[in-house]
């Protein structure tokens, strides 16, 4: 962590690796950290000292006094869902008003997006994305089209502007006969939303967050999703529509890539997806019932079971690539505890076709594994790397020479104390 530069924390799986928990531990080190991409689409979870919560739009950095937190102009926010993650950090005391800057270039989601996204998803039959419900897809779509409300229009005739574009999502909706949808409940409390979140500072954070670095401080990008699910680099269209790679760190916060430092990869010790769209390391057998199961995988925003398999080495190795990762963290390692032997992904198999790259088109490959002995010794109390039982260590020996970048954190359970470096 050099000083003056945005480290990254980026998912390179497809979400849900855990970030909430590593940005936590990480915070103390950092003077700001920031959500460049996505919205309330994450459920970021942190356990500290018994408590629970879930972050969907606010960074993770909040419950440390002094730091500065930022929703970037990358994000896209939905002011009633803000509201309710807000309050319920307000209630158990922690002051969000002096630590908490909005970016006045972030992109609202208005009730309409998300009607928007279920009738898009409705049209799409068989092929759904099976996306959040959360309105993402048609707010980055406007953003696109150069429609969008962003942060900064609440502070000038904002009803107008709600309306005009409210009327032409209505008119969209009535085109597609998708009608059935009573939407007056919702925009009152996202009404109350707009007024609740005029309250936190909305700036223009691109220049606080120079500010903070030509001042020598450094800043935590944190991530939301994962590189498969970017809009580019994901297993399109199966994906969201931001950019969750280090790029959109760039263009999320509005800092210069020679400004990035340190590139944290993080990944799971195994592989999930939630939604539909091409998993070749998905288990359907009692291993895929195994591992959710024990790694209580199910979808934090949406409670969907999420699809289960081995570390795919294909995947990680693409997105160490895009990304430009420096360094690995592996989570969850623990759920792997009980395991006789555990397998990884090496290449993708198709009509005798073998790759080591990740396709153009993942549909229908089909992994091909190396198998490795498992370690079945509980790591969940362990504290340093010394104590690792030796199939551990080669477990990551091995991922480490696979993956050619260091395994610098190893976590062992879902508490902000079971989080080993090495
Ligand atoms: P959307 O972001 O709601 O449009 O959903 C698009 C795809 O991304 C779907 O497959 C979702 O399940 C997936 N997705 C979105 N956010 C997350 C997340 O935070 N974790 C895991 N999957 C996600």
């Known amino acids: 962590?050099?000083?003056?530069?945005?480290?990254?924390?980026?998912?390179?799986?497809?979400?849900?690796?855990?970030?909430?928990?590593?940005?936590?531990?990480?915070?103390?080190?950092?003077d700001v950290v920031a959500r460049?991409?996505?919205?309330?689409?994450?459920g970021h979870t942190i356990i500290f000292e018994g408590k629970k919560f879930v972050l969907r739009s606010i960074p993770s950095g909040i419950f440390d006094e002094g730091k500065l937190n930022i929703i970037g102009n990358g994000c896209v926010i939905?002011?009633?869902?803000?509201?309710?993650?807000?309050?319920?950090?307000?209630?158990?005391?922690?002051?969000?008003?002096?630590?908490?800057?909005?970016?006045?270039?972030?992109?609202?989601?208005?009730?309409?997006?998300?009607?928007l996204d279920r009738a898009y998803e409705a049209a799409k039959g068989k092929n759904k994305v099976g996306t959040t419900g959360k309105g993402i897809g048609p707010?980055?779509?406007?953003?696109?089209?150069?429609?969008?409300?962003?942060?900064?229009?609440?502070?000038?005739?904002?009803?107008?502007?709600?309306?005009?574009?409210?009327?032409?999502?209505?008119?969209?909706?009535?085109?597609?006969?998708f009608t059935d949808y009573d939407i007056t409940e919702e925009e009152e409390k996202w009404m109350e939303g707009i007024r609740y979140m005029s309250q936190f500072p909305l700036r223009d954070t691109e220049f606080e967050i120079n500010q903070a670095l030509a001042e020598g401080k450094?800043?935590?990008?944190?991530?939301?999703?994962?590189?498969?699910?970017d809009i580019d680099h994901g297993t399109y269209p199966f994906v969201s529509s931001s950019s969750t790679c280090t790029g959109g760190v760039c263009t999320g916060l509005?800092?210069?890539?020679?400004?990035?430092?340190?590139?944290?990869?993080?990944?799971?010790?195994?592989?999930?997806?939630?939604g539909s769209?091409?998993?070749?390391?998905?288990?359907?057998?009692?291993?895929?019932?195994?591992?959710?199961?024990?790694?209580?995988?199910?979808?934090?925003?949406?409670?969907?079971n999420r699809r289960c398999g081995w570390v795919d080495i294909v995947g990680l190795k693409y997105a160490i690539m895009v990304n430009g990762v420096t360094q690995l963290i592996m989570m969850k390692?623990?759920?792997?505890?009980?395991?006789?032997?555990?397998?990884?992904?090496?290449?993708?198999?198709?009509?005798?076709?073998?790759?080591?790259?990740?396709?153009?088109?993942?549909?229908?490959?089909?992994?091909?594994?190396?198998?490795?002995?498992?370690?079945?010794t509980d790591l969940t109390q362990m504290t340093s790397p010394d104590q690792f039982p030796k199939a551990f260590q080669d477990y990551i020996d091995y991922l480490e020479k696979a993956l050619e970048r260091p395994i610098t954190i190893v976590s062992v359970g879902p508490d902000r104390a079971q989080t080993i470096e090495r």
Not at 18 to 24: E, S
Not at 82 to 108: P, Q, T, V, W
Not at 155 to 173: P, S, T
Not at 343 to 371: I, L, N, S
């Open 1 to 30: 962590m050099a000083k003056g530069k945005v480290d990254a924390l980026l998912g390179i799986v497809f979400g849900d690796e855990g970030k909430g928990k590593v940005v936590d531990v990480f915070t103390p080190r950092y």
């Open 36 to 42: 460049f991409a996505g919205g309330p689409n994450a």
């Open 78 to 115: 939905a002011p009633d869902l803000f509201m309710a993650e807000a309050k319920e950090l307000e209630d158990a005391g922690y002051d969000l008003k002096s630590r908490l800057h909005i970016s006045r270039r972030a992109h609202l989601i208005l009730p309409t997006h998300r009607v």
């Open 277 to 304: 769209g091409p998993f070749p390391v998905e288990l359907f057998d009692e291993t895929g019932e195994k591992i959710r199961d024990i790694g209580h995988e199910y979808g934090a925003v949406t409670g969907r």
């Open 333 to 376: 390692s623990d759920v792997l505890d009980t395991f006789e032997t555990i397998k990884a992904c090496v290449a993708y198999e198709k009509d005798g076709v073998r790759t080591t790259e990740m396709p153009y088109d993942t549909e229908g490959w089909q992994a091909v594994y190396e198998e490795l002995p498992g370690w079945q």
């Open 139 to 177: 707010t980055y779509s406007d953003k696109a089209s150069r429609i969008g409300l962003r942060v900064g229009d609440i502070e000038e005739n904002f009803l107008q502007k709600y309306q005009a574009l409210k009327a032409r999502h209505e008119q969209i909706l009535s085109d597609l006969h």
């Open 254 to 274: 509005g800092v210069a890539p020679n400004s990035i430092g340190e590139i944290f990869g993080i990944f799971k010790a195994y592989s999930t997806r939630v």
């Open 218 to 229: 450094n800043v935590l990008a944190e991530g939301a999703q994962g590189t498969m699910l």
